[in-house]
């Protein structure tokens, strides 16, 4: 998901998410986005198919 999308969802501001992420990754010594997806599979945070759904709902259309 993208900042927006999670703000959105969310109802806070996407700076805040922003925030939160850049914590979380400090805490955690995850220093990219896709490192942080992998932590979150890998300790059953998140299900591989949510995040096959979001990947697609990101991709442009044919």
Known sequence: MTNK?????????THTVITHRRNI????GIHS?????IYAIVNKLVELDDIKDSVEEQLPGD
């Open 5 to 13: 999308q999670i703000a959105d969802k969310l109802f806070i501001s």
């Open 33 to 37: 986005p896709a490192g942080l997806t």
């Open 25 to 28: 990754s400090a805490k955690l």
